[in-house]
Antibody
Framework: QVQLQESGPGLVKPSETLSLTCTVS??????????WTWIRQPPGKGLEWIGY???????SYNPSLKSRLTISVDKSKNQFSLKVRSVTAADTAVYYC?????????WGQGTLVTVSS | DIQMTQSPSSVSASVGDRVTITCRAS??????LAWYQQKPGQAPKLLIY???TLQGGVPSRFSGSGSGTDFTLTISSLQPEDFATYYC?????????FGPGTKVDVK
């Protein structure tokens, strides 16, 4: 059974960089069968797809966030990571990492990141 | 980018009711459509992919149909554990997009 676990600071100051890591167990980020993705959900709101990374390092980002995003993969640690630069209060959300097969079949539990001074 | 809409935004129902949720894509996504269930404080759970294929372990009272731009999720006989918010999501091309969600609550 694949498990994903997000980790990172729960509080980030405005204009700084939000950094999260997703650790994958029971599966490999080096598998060519899947994409590894980040999704977020502002409190009380719907789901927003952030972007994905493939094991080759190929990425795709939500155009609305693209200029501030970096998603990377560390195959040696079986992890992938998210960085969002120049955050504002609008970036406050629960951030989920997940695996994409034909759909998003495994999700992390999510981690709340609050942007506040 | 593909936009997703859902209707209704909320529905009040009773245990045993048949519930139908509609999802519409702004362009043809063939059958690249998934449905998720989310309960408060939990991550979404995949119910259906490929518009109509039930994910393993999902009860058979859930079903999906549709292709192109119009899709439905049906719960044939609502159970207490089904009160939740349901999202559709297109997987035809990036950026993936989710519908705004449909909340199923107690009548």
């Amino acid at each position: 059974q694949v498990q994903l676990q997000e980790s990172g600071p729960g509080l980030v100051k405005p204009s700084e960089t939000l950094s999260l890591t997703c650790t994958v167990s029971g599966g490999s980020v080096s598998s060519g069968s899947y994409y590894w993705t980040w999704i977020r959900q502002p409190p009380g709101k719907g789901l927003e797809w952030i972007g994905y990374i493939y094991y080759t390092g190929s990425t795709s980002y939500n155009p609305s966030l693209k200029s501030r995003l970096t998603i990377s993969v560390d195959k040696s640690k079986n992890q992938f990571s998210l960085k969002v630069r120049s955050v504002t209060a609008a970036d406050t959300a629960v951030y989920y990492c997940a695996r994409v097969d034909t759909a998003i079949d495994f999700w992390g539990q999510g981690t709340l990141v609050t942007v506040s001074s | 980018d593909i936009q997703m809409t859902q209707s209704p935004s909320s529905v009040s129902a009773s245990v045993g009711d048949r519930v139908t949720i509609t999802c519409r894509a702004s362009q043809d996504i063939h059958t690249w459509l998934a449905w998720y269930q989310q309960k408060p404080g939990q991550a979404p759970k995949l119910l259906i992919y490929g518009a109509s294929t039930l994910q393993g372990g999902v009860p058979s009272r859930f079903s999906g149909s549709g292709s192109g731009t119009d899709f439905t999720l049906t719960i044939s006989s609502l159970q207490p554990e089904d009160f939740a918010t349901y999202y559709c999501q297109q997987a035809n091309n990036f950026p993936f997009a989710f519908g705004p969600g449909t909340k199923v609550d107690v009548k």
